[in-house]
């Protein structure tokens, strides 16, 4: 197929993609059905996919990656920047010379013998004035429809670009899926992303992480707005009115189940609705009026499949339903259906667990003894989620009325507080900190600090990063949102939940949204301020008393004194460009803590 465009820069860059990797063949998605189908059969005759039950699961597909490749690769990704400290100290750096010389011959004559594939994809609502392009060039069939899920990808995508050359360029190749050559490479100041040896999401699919967040948060950081890991969602209140909040947590810590979150009977009885704007990357602008608005870049649900289900995140279950794409999880052979841990108790008698080895019911091969793989995911349409916002596509985004931040803490943060000002809020998200889990590479239950949860997708050093949050907060003054801090994660000392979490996570941000509108009290202590007990609604619920929620707000002083410790040492290792303010926050901190 001949080039979609006549944008003189596009169309070098993808001559020079050709001739770097020599395919046999190359398309231009357009985005159109019967494109898109095509290739879905061409999947199947090779295998890359496996049509599933389509009275059961219309439109949807299981893929398996391969076993050395099944989560992001923290190790291999890297931040190239022509100052080291630009990029410096939590990135890993190469120079972007350096890197290129090592990446190119990799890249040389690798698709010969393949087909690449030209995707335009636009990240964010077609005609808004924040939304960005890009361009992705990829020997992946899996790629291509992921992304077709993931963003606005063909003709319209071209069309919002016109004849500028601010698009991104991202070229991508399966190559030999080798471990020891695998690279995930930002280069910011170029506004390029190149990724090779990879098939898995969030490494190959390069409007996700790669672009929505780590050049975005550059893009950014140089056009006076902020790319960030969170979600966004609407509360109706019974009048009509919404308002909306935006929140980061570490990966698997809940993002997608708060995003979609269903409102307990007190509320629903009473007419209370929750919305779903994105349930993990918020672009946010000022806009006219002062005040702070958000865009989802992306357009569907990258969602880690185990622990889905009914109960624990109805929506997101019901959004999987048609037209996903299944990563990693298990094949039920039983009914051409798909099978993940947590999904319901009837594991499958004949299955093939996701490295696609059959099983006899009970022996799993595959490590860890599981059938579908811990970081196995769902690509489905956001169209398909039940309670999607109306203003999903609005041009302008949605404003924001508070931030809140989250991570995985067993005994230390409260279950919420507010901070006293922007800058304190600035200082506690810096101190993000959360357990690790199985979305990334590496040990899991390890407390990391996780700033803003960002750590992993920061486009540039992290200190700037930080003056960039306080220099929004100047810029918006006294229309900020105000920012939280919320652990749905306190245990008992059986190392048992306390808070129910899920649905219940909404008599906090009602909390919340109390304080934004100033219409409940809280209690001024060192870390910020918190509730009184009382004033979070725990009507309905069995083992949560006003007593229990006491507990889940109390503060130990010496467990806050350790962490103080290790926001010092963040602030060290990220070094000089660490703003001052911060420190001083850090130090107000621990001078409260100490009377």
């Not at 690798?110 to 808004?128: F, H, K």
């Not at 140089?222 to 009115?241: C, Q, R, S, V």
């Not at 708060?258 to 918020?282: F, H, N």
């Not at 003054?477 to 105000?482: E, H, I, L, S, T």
Request: glycine content about 10%; charged content about 25%; aromatic content about 10%.
């Amino acid at each position: 197929m001949s080039s979609l465009t006549s944008n003189q820069h596009v169309l070098d860059w993808v001559k020079e993609m050709e001739t770097l990797m020599t395919p046999d063949n190359v398309i231009w998605i357009d985005g159109s059905e019967g494109q898109l189908r095509a290739l879905r059969e061409e999947a199947f005759k090779t295998g890359e996919l496996t049509e599933l039950n389509q009275d059961k699961l219309p439109g949807c597909v299981l893929h398996h990656t391969a076993k050395n490749d099944v989560a992001r690769v923290e190790g291999r990704t890297f931040i190239c920047t022509t100052k080291k400290e630009d990029a410096a100290p939590i990135n890993n750096w190469m120079a972007p010379d350096e890197m290129k010389a090592k990446l190119i011959p990799m890249y040389t004559g690798c698709m010969r013998g393949r087909t690449m594939y030209v995707i335009p994809y636009c990240m964010g609502p077609i005609g808004s004035p924040f939304s960005k392009v890009g361009v992705e060039v990829t020997d992946s069939i899996y790629v291509v429809l992921n992304m077709d899920i993931m963003t606005r990808v063909g003709v319209k995508a071209l069309r919002q670009l016109g004849d500028s050359n601010d698009f991104v360029r991202g070229q991508h190749a399966k190559a030999d899926i080798d471990e020891e050559n695998r690279y995930i490479v930002q280069f910011p100041e170029d506004n390029a992303i190149w990724s090779i040896n990879s098939g898995y999401g969030g490494n190959v699919l390069l409007g996700k992480k790669c672009f929505a967040l780590r050049i975005a948060s550059y893009q950014g950081y140089k056009e006076g707005w902020m790319a960030e890991h969170m979600l966004i969602l609407g509360i109706e209140d019974p009048t009509g009115h919404i308002d909306y909040v935006t929140a980061a947590f570490p990966s698997a810590c809940g993002k997608t189940n708060l995003a979609m979150l269903i409102p307990p009977e007190i509320y629903a009885k009473k007419g209370y609705k929750v919305w779903t704007v994105g349930d993990d990357i918020a672009w946010m602008h000022i806009g006219e009026d002062g005040r702070l608005y958000a865009i989802n870049p992306e357009n569907g649900f990258f969602g880690v499949a185990p622990g889905t289900n009914e109960k624990s995140n109805p929506n997101a279950l019901h959004s999987t339903m048609k037209g996903t794409i299944f990563t990693n999880v298990a094949h039920n052979l039983t009914d051409n259906t798909v099978w993940w841990e947590g999904l319901d108790k009837n594991i499958p008698e004949d299955a093939q667990e996701w490295t696609g080895l059959a099983v006899d019911g009970k022996e799993y091969v595959a490590d860890g003894g599981k059938l579908a793989h811990p970081n196995s995911r769902f690509t489905a349409p956001a169209v398909n989620c039940p309670c999607l916002s109306s203003e999903f596509n609005n041009p302008q985004g949605v404003p924001v009325t508070a931030i809140v931040f989250g991570g995985r803490r067993a005994k230390t943060a409260p279950l919420v507080y507010e901070s006293f000002d922007w800058a304190h809020g600035v200082y506690v998200g810096s101190a993000m900190a959360s357990e690790t889990t199985a979305a990334a590479t590496g040990a899991v239950g390890v407390v990391r600090r996780d700033p803003m949860a960002m750590r992993p997708f920061c486009g540039y050093n992290m200190g700037d990063y930080f003056g960039h949050w306080l220099e929004m907060g100047k810029k918006l003054g006294d229309k900020a949102p105000k920012i939280f801090n919320v652990n749905w994660f306190r245990t008992d000392d059986q190392g048992h939940f306390i808070w129910p979490g899920f649905g219940d996570n909404m008599r906090v941000l009602m909390w919340i949204l109390g304080r934004c509108k100033g219409e409940v009290e809280a209690v001024e202590t060192a870390i910020g301020y918190l509730p009184n007990a009382e004033d979070i609604d725990v009507s309905g619920l069995e083992d949560v008393t006003t007593a229990t929620v006491k507990d889940l707000l109390s503060v130990d002083k010496d467990l806050w004194m350790e962490d103080v410790k290790g926001v010092g040492e963040l602030y060290d290792q990220i070094g000089e460009r660490v703003p001052a303010k911060l420190r001083e926050e850090l130090a107000s901190l621990k001078d409260r803590l100490s009377k």
